[in-house]
T-cell receptor, first 112, second 111 residues
Framework: DTAVSQTPKYLVTQMGNDKSIKCEQNLGHDTMYWYKQDSKKFLKIMFSYNNKELIINETVPNRFSPKSPDKAHLNLHINSLELGDSAVYFC???????????FGPGTRLLVL | QKEVEQDPGPLSVPEGAIVSLNCTYS??????FMWYRQYSRKGPELLMYTYSSGNKEDGRFTAQVDKSSKYISLFIRDSQPSDSATYLC???????????FGRGTSLIVHP
């Protein structure tokens, strides 16, 4: 039973399109995150979401919008995709007050 | 200067070698230190977690934290080809602070 799952695994799309990535966790954690990992493997935090409180990283363009329908899900919607959005996007979860995070398998996004 | 510095490698060693992976940091408020292992095309998985200074051992892995030097290390004894992966350090001030990750060191253990 997968603890943190993401769909889709791969996403190839054209510039200008709008797309969504979904994340689901069955760990009962109360905090969820979205990370972007670029081609140089650098893992950058995009958003953190805890009990309906959204913490936005100010360097993230407002084309990116996270949505959490419930505690087990955190989706990422991206408008007007750009070439520079090509990366691997990871969802992660943790318990508030604990430093360790559990990562999903990643979604590989390629914008053409 | 980035908050967390980590040499990307690759670091190539023969099977059985002792591997030393390191990170330096600039934020003296960091108290929690983690090492994650990331296999190719997979998500990072937690390997070691330490609080404050000192050593922690788990099987072939030892994590070491030197807060006075702002330097952390991960040692792998008797390295195996299955240890080939990217190792990311991460550190946090605690509380509601989100961990800051290093860029990862690519390790290759050849038979």
């Amino acid at each position: 039973d997968t603890a943190v799952s993401q769909t889709p695994k791969y996403l190839v799309t054209q510039m200008g399109n709008d797309k969504s990535i979904k994340c689901e966790q069955n760990l009962g954690h109360d905090t969820m995150y979205w990370y972007k990992q670029d081609s140089k493997k650098f893992l950058k935090i995009m958003f953190s979401y805890n009990n309906k409180e959204l913490i936005i990283n100010e360097t993230v363009p407002n084309r990116f919008s996270p949505k959490s329908p419930d505690k087990a899900h955190l989706n990422l919607h991206i408008n007007s995709l750009e070439l520079g959005d090509s990366a691997v996007y990871f969802c992660a979860t943790s318990l508030r007050g604990q430093e360790t995070q559990y990562f999903g398998p990643g979604t590989r996004l390629l914008v053409l | 200067q980035k908050e967390v510095e980590q040499d990307p490698g690759p670091l190539s060693v023969p099977e059985g070698a002792i591997v030393s992976l390191n990170c330096t940091y600039s934020n003296s408020a960091f108290q929690y230190f983690m090492w994650y292992r990331q296999y190719s095309r997979k998500g990072p998985e937690l390997l070691m977690y330490t609080y404050s200074s000192g050593n922690k051992e788990d099987g072939r892995f030892t994590a070491q934290v030197d807060k006075s030097s702002k330097y952390i290390s991960l040692f792998i004894r008797d390295s195996q080809p299955s240890d080939s992966a990217t190792y990311l350090c991460a550190m946090s001030e605690g509380g509601s602070y989100i961990p800051t990750f290093g860029r990862g060191t690519s390790l290759i253990v050849h038979p």
